[in-house]
């Protein structure tokens, strides 16, 4: 079946520094990818999502890009601020929608 | 913005008790999920469904039922809950299109004791 692995349960930087979450995946098709974000006490919103065309999805400062070599989508941002504390979740989807699978989730805590 | 609301927000009940968690959402989403959150888990799927009347299995069913009464309701109902059954349920839908967003509700916080 499909499967999301994302390696860190916990990431902790200082302010400024740059930000990478890893997300790899397994599935038997070519599924869409996601990042889903989580701030504390609130529910998962849409952070971004991998598009068709290969091009790469950018928000708030957060890209991420689909690699089908090496079947990941890591999150990337240049320089941390605190407000990023917050859960991230990487997600897949293949065809239509019917069944979304996340990963475990990374913790990622941005300290002064 | 797609609205799902979920209630309870909380809920406390006791090993072997009955526990209804309620769903709706108003933008005509065909899909709806229940999710739960647990640390180092993250969000596991446990049934959704892409209409009214229609129920599918997912990842984590066991010691679950769910069911779609409309195309805007959808329960989760725990019939013998457990302690291993306390969590967080997230609710969630989406239209039934490829590559398009979940919007979640607030999260029902469950614990059983």
């Known amino acids: 079946g499909d499967s999301v692995t994302q390696t860190e349960g916990l990431v902790t930087l200082t302010e400024g520094l740059p930000v990478m979450l890893n997300c790899t995946y397994q599935s038997t098709y070519s599924p869409f990818l996601f990042w889903y974000v989580q701030h504390l006490n609130e529910a998962p919103k849409l952070l971004l999502k991998?598009?068709?065309?290969?091009k790469r999805p950018e928000h708030q400062g957060f890209h991420a890009t689909l690699h089908k070599s090496s079947s990941s989508f890591h999150l990337q941002k240049s320089s941390a601020q605190l407000s990023d504390s917050a859960l991230y979740y990487c997600?897949?989807?293949?065809?239509?929608?019917?069944?979304?699978?996340f990963g475990a989730g990374t913790k990622l805590t941005i300290k002064p | 913005e797609a609205a799902v609301t979920q209630s309870p927000r909380n809920k406390v009940t006791v090993t072997g008790g009955n526990v209804t968690l309620s769903c709706r959402q108003t933008?005509?989403?065909?899909?709806m999920y229940w999710y739960r959150q647990d640390t180092g888990h993250g969000l596991r799927l446990i049934h959704y469904?892409?209409?009214?009347?229609?129920?599918q299995i997912g990842d984590v069913p066991d010691g679950y039922k769910a069911t779609r009464t409309t195309q805007e309701d959808f329960f989760l109902l725990l019939e013998l809950a457990s302690p291993s059954q306390t969590s967080l349920y997230f609710c969630?839908?989406?239209?039934?299109?490829?590559?398009?967003?979940?919007?979640f509700g607030k999260g029902t916080r469950l614990t059983v004791v």
């Open positions: 469904s892409y209409g009214a009347g229609n129920l």
């Open positions: 969630a839908s989406s239209e039934d299109r490829s590559n398009t967003e979940v919007f």
């Open positions: 997600a897949l989807s293949v065809g239509g929608n019917e069944k979304i699978t």
């Open positions: 991998s598009f068709t065309d290969n």
């Open positions: 933008n005509s989403h065909n899909y």
